[in-house]
Nanobody, 124 residues
Framework: QVELVESGGGSVQAGESLRLSCTVS????????MGWFRQAPDKERERIAT????????SIGDFVKGRFTIDQDKARRTVTLHMNSLKPDDTAMYYC?????????????????WGQGTQVTVYL
């Protein structure tokens, strides 16, 4: 059973930056793809970014492109979402996810595992 531990949420002022980290308990085919999603109240869940861990390929949602990036530290089994120039619209619960690699950076990806979520609040 893969476990995901998230850290790094909080409250920041618009324009500031945050980093969200996610550490996975195991590095095998069941967690070759990892990513971040978010869900704001009364809104659908959005896929923000994914990374194919063996090769490092990434995908970033158009709605955050240019502001958010994703990378990994293989030795620490950690994936980090770097969020810059944050806006109040970025306020949401952010979830780390992991799963098989199919559709990881292209097309539809369905994670098998989810973290507990970490709240990000951006105020003016």
């Amino acid at each position: 059973q893969v476990e995901l531990v998230e850290s790094g949420g909080g409250s920041v002022q618009a324009g500031e930056s945050l980093r969200l980290s996610c550490t996975v308990s195991e590095y095998d085919w069941s967690s070759y793809c990892m990513g971040w999603f978010r869900q704001a109240p009364d809104k659908e869940r959005e896929r923000i970014a994914t990374i194919y861990r063996p090769g490092g390929a990434t995908s970033i949602g158009d709605f955050v492109k240019g502001r958010f990036t994703i990378d990994q530290d293989k030795a620490r089994r950690t994936v980090t979402l770097h969020m810059n120039s944050l806006k109040p619209d970025d306020t949401a619960m952010y979830y780390c996810a992991a799963g098989h690699s199919r559709g990881c950076t292209r097309g539809s990806w369905t994670p098998e595992y989810w973290g507990q979520g970490t709240q990000v609040t951006v105020y003016l």
